[in-house]
């Protein structure tokens, strides 16, 4: 599967370029638009993209939850030579530590990605706020040609500006540029 960006100039483009690729087969579950305007998405019945996609929630969830591993082993590591309870712990114990230090640095972690841009679309953000959207397309490798034509043959007006070859992987590295036909 892969993901599909493409920069429509305005809401009417975008509701057009919608209604097309349903009719070419791809759903609204495949389709997911980033504006500035979504009060108008709602009102045109377009389907918004969601909080995984606009905000840094996941990646950073994810990292945080690896430092806490990492802590969660040196401290389980630190209790077993230590041993500060004077009586020996039982292996649960250490197991407890170290989930209890990687939930809470996925905690953390989370709630710092609540206050970033998904580092996917952050390239995109001065075009998103000049009133631009994003469209995301997520195609199905059977349905990947069925985009391409739909896009090429009827809406020149919206700019493919990155191909994600991922449906999604929060460590990869941001969408790259799509090829140029030679």
């Not at 996609?53 to 630190?78: Q, Y």
Request: charged share 20%; proline share 5%.
């Amino acid at each position: 599967m892969k993901c599909y960006y493409y920069l429509s100039p305005n809401m009417a483009s975008t509701e057009k370029i919608s209604e097309d690729l349903h009719n070419s087969g791809v759903s609204d579950w495949y389709i997911h638009i980033i504006c500035k305007d979504e009060a108008g998405l709602c009102q045109k019945q377009l389907h918004s993209s969601n909080y995984f996609e606009t905000l840094d929630v996941l990646r950073r969830g994810l990292f945080g939850a690896a430092c806490g591993l990492g802590a969660g082993l040196i401290a389980a590591g630190i209790l077993s030579v230590v041993n500060p309870f004077g009586i020996e712990m039982p292996f649960l114990a250490f197991a407890a530590v170290v989930f209890l230090l990687t939930c809470f640095g996925a905690w953390q972690g989370g709630l710092l990605g609540i206050g970033e841009e998904n580092k996917k679309i952050a390239r995109f953000h001065d075009d998103i706020e000049a009133g631009k959207h994003l469209i995301l397309i997520y195609a199905p490798k059977n349905k990947e040609k069925d985009v391409a034509n739909t896009m090429n043959r009827l809406h020149p007006e919206a700019r493919l500006v990155a191909v994600d070859p991922q449906f999604f992987n929060p460590f990869a590295v941001p969408a790259r540029q799509p090829l140029k036909a030679k």
